[in-house]
């Protein structure tokens, strides 16, 4: 081993992994691990998306999941690599019904991480490649019908003759990318969007909002933006790109329809599921609800007193129109995260006077820092160019378990602070509360923990740093006046504005708004990794609650992230829905547990 190239060590590996698979040796199995190891499978063995860690927890899920699995035909896939210590390789395998990839890391010649994923399921492959479906059959045909007059029948009956087997609720871009993903299994799916237009979520926001994330990070399935797009995409540009999408992907999209109310039928084995569309009340029976609310569930309003006597306009930074009607208005806005910033930052440039009211510290990272040090080597022009697709860029970084993902983004990280310690000695100087996460390991973190405590760096900062936007921090808002407010270490500003930039709850809210609270209650909190930080308590999950995996309650799931985790994990919520539909046994191991309700 000692003498041998990378390669030759993983297909070595690869070999003897192999065979004590086959002969079910788990001792033998477990030889072949480190003893802190850890396996991440995205469902090509749990049906479930699901981390397990160390020696034990490894033996007992393939005890529990080899029967059904019967995994095979393991290969390495290209040339393995080797860095510090640590062989790498890409590889391929198969289960009973998927073909799968995967990703291995190997020290001192044993595993110390394995990814696995589903790629696809063998009978019912994406129609694509040389399976890519003709578009129109040659030859002569009496009665005809065109793709044009296919597509308006299929619309015509989907919902009311035929009953999608999935139906999505949220038409933003999670719910769009999964209606592609079940559009190309063939997976009848209805999407319901309240707005008036696909893309409006986006359009209807503040003016200056646009995407902190650069473009490679945020492709769509199946169709990437072009070489052209701008780095960082404006939301209405974001907008009409997403209307653009649900044409040429043929979606089935409801547009301007609210879902009313939701329930389970457990006789029938389907939802029931009210929606109101132009007016019209439609009661739709999918077997599989899909919640694609966003990550983050209903506004945070904090009962402040006083809050009905004052004068001025108060509202959620959801509802926020834009600063363009508030020159000259004096603003306050709460909180310190993503939206206050750029709801601050757009009131300053609206002429207004602006103060942002800090509760407690903010992490902050400048987006060229955070494009070139962190996210760079896997979605950058550079990246591309050194051969790195979007496809692969997703699996590296999933193959990272979330319980030492802390120890590989803190260098870079620290390297930030470093590299921008002007500028944090400036923002620190202005009275700016600032973290670099609960254990300095930085944004993303932090964002998969909480959903929030952070700013992406595009121009805000500055502004507070040089006393434009002004500050109050380490405080927040004890009574509203009628013209005023009162902070808790007894300062009184003026007011004719005041935004909540005080976040969301758990997407379960939206379970309890449309469903019932005892179905929330029973799923319990979404998003965070229990890893007992502010805001997400324990014990310890290994794997975001609740997200594009099976859920205590029956035929519901939730879908959401930003745009990466939305082309991701879409793929595998897909594939699951899939096998459902078809028959397929998906026995999930390691359903997670309900430690918090909300």
């Not at 649900?246 to 089935?252: A, C, F, G, R």
């Amino acid at each position: 081993m000692t003498t041998s190239t990378p390669t030759q060590q993983v297909s070595q590996w690869l070999t003897d992994f192999d065979t004590a698979l086959r002969k079910q040796d788990l001792q033998g199995v477990m030889d072949l691990f480190q003893d802190d190891c850890y396996w991440r499978d995205l469902i090509a063995f749990t049906w479930n998306i699901k981390t397990v860690e160390g020696k034990d927890e490894i033996q007992s899920m393939l005890k529990a999941t080899l029967d059904e699995a019967r995994p095979m035909n393991w290969q390495v896939e290209g040339e393995a690599s080797k860095s510090e210590g640590v062989v790498e390789a890409w590889m391929t395998f198969e289960t009973a019904v998927a073909n799968g990839r995967g990703l291995l890391r190997l020290k001192d010649g044993k595993c110390w991480t394995l990814l696995t994923t589903m790629s696809a399921l063998k009978d019912f492959p994406e129609p694509k490649g040389h399976k890519r479906p003709k578009g129109a059959e040659h030859g002569a045909t009496k009665n005809r019908r065109s793709w044009l007059e296919r597509k308006q029948e299929e619309e015509r009956i989907l919902g009311y003759e035929h009953q999608p087997y999935c139906v999505i609720i949220g038409g933003g871009q999670g719910g769009i990318g999964l209606g592609a993903r079940l559009k190309q299994l063939g997976v009848p799916t209805l999407i319901i969007e309240r707005n008036a237009r696909a893309g409006d979520s986006w359009r209807n926001r503040y003016k200056s909002l646009c995407l902190h994330d650069p473009v490679w990070y945020d492709h769509l399935p199946y169709m990437p933006f072009p070489e052209t797009w701008p780095v960082f995409s404006p939301k209405d540009k974001i907008g009409d790109w997403l209307e653009m999408y649900t044409k040429v992907m043929e979606l089935n999209y409801w547009s301007s329809t609210q879902c009313q109310s939701a329930y389970f039928d457990e006789i029938a084995g389907e939802w029931v599921v009210r929606v109101d569309r132009h007016g019209e009340e439609v009661v739709l029976r999918p077997k599989q609800l899909i919640l694609a609310t966003g990550m983050s569930g209903m506004p945070n309003i904090p009962e402040i007193p006083g809050a009905e006597s004052f004068k001025g306009q108060l509202h959620h930074s959801s509802r926020h129109p834009g600063g363009k009607e508030y020159g000259g208005k004096r603003c306050i806005v709460l909180g310190a995260n993503n939206s206050a910033h750029d709801i601050a930052g757009d009131l300053w440039e609206n002429g207004a006077d602006v103060t942002m009211v800090q509760r407690s510290s903010t992490h902050i990272v400048k987006s060229d820092s955070l494009m070139e040090e962190v996210l760079g080597p896997l979605y950058s022009e550079k990246a591309v160019e050194a051969g790195m697709t979007t496809s692969k860029a997703d699996l590296t970084f999933a193959s990272i378990p979330y319980k030492v993902l802390p120890d590989f983004q803190r260098p870079a990280f620290d390297v930030i602070r470093e590299r921008d310690a002007e500028f944090y000695r400036r923002l620190e100087d202005a009275g700016f509360l600032l973290d670099f996460g609960a254990d300095d390991s930085g944004l993303f973190l932090k964002y998969l923990r909480r959903g929030s405590g952070y700013y992406i760096d595009v121009g805000a900062s500055e502004l507070i740093a040089n006393g434009d936007i002004k500050l109050a921090s380490g405080v927040t808002i004890e009574k509203i006046n009628e013209h005023s407010v009162t902070l808790t270490d007894g300062t009184e500003l003026p007011a004719d504005l005041i935004v909540l930039a005080t976040g969301f709850g758990s997407m379960n809210g939206w379970a309890a708004k449309l469903i019932s609270q005892e179905v929330a209650d029973k799923v319990g909190k979404c998003w965070g990794l229990g890893s007992d930080t502010p805001k997400d308590p324990g014990p310890w999950e290994g794997e975001l609650r609740n997200m594009w995996k099976p859920t205590q309650q029956e035929a519901l799931w939730f879908h959401g992230g930003n745009l990466h985790q939305s082309r991701h994990y879409s793929h595998y919520l897909a594939l699951q829905l899939k096998a459902r539909m078809e028959g397929i046994p998906t026995p999930v191991y390691g359903l997670q547990e309900v430690h918090h309700l909300s």
